[in-house]
């Protein structure tokens, strides 16, 4: 119990580091349909490695793995945007439920920096999935919850 709320601690922690970065960095929007890696990488690194690790490789039994994850590898795209858009409890993966719930970031991240983030999962650590672009994210941020 103490670990998840460790974790829990560093995940309101990260976000607000982030969110505090980019407003005071001013950063904006990059061209709709455009895969910035080293954004993507930055933005996983500050909203999403407290939990799925710099590896990707999560935590065993508390927080899911990305590294060759079945709905970071998909090929359609949708129910990956709905999760880093809406958060998720008690989420299956690998055969595993995980009881420890992940933060929605729709009212944190735009939709080309969730764009960035989840490119940036879908080509890591081995994992082969499509790239999505904004326009995808923005069609599921504006479809049913």
């Known amino acids: 119990m ?12 990260a976000f607000c580091a982030a969110s505090l970065a980019r407003t005071a960095s001013g950063a904006g929007e990059t061209v709709q349909g455009t895969h910035d890696a080293v954004t993507g990488r930055d933005l996983y690194i500050a909203n999403c490695s407290a939990c799925h690790q710099a590896g990707g490789e999560g935590l065993p039994g508390v927080f899911p793995p990305l590294k060759g994850s079945g709905v970071v590898n998909k090929d359609d795209p949708a129910k990956h945007i709905q999760v880093v858009l809406n958060g998720t409890q008690g989420a299956r993966a690998g055969g595993v439920i995980y009881a420890a719930g992940m933060p929605p970031f729709a009212g944190l991240l735009s939709d080309t ?28 941020r504006a479809g049913p919850k």
Request: with cysteine.
């Open 113 to 140: 920096e969730i764009a960035d983030i989840i490119d940036y999962e879908r080509s890591s650590w081995g994992n082969y999935g499509k790239p999505v672009t904004a326009g995808q994210v923005a069609a599921e």
């Open 2 to 13: 103490y670990g998840i709320a460790r974790c829990s601690f560093t995940i309101v922690a």
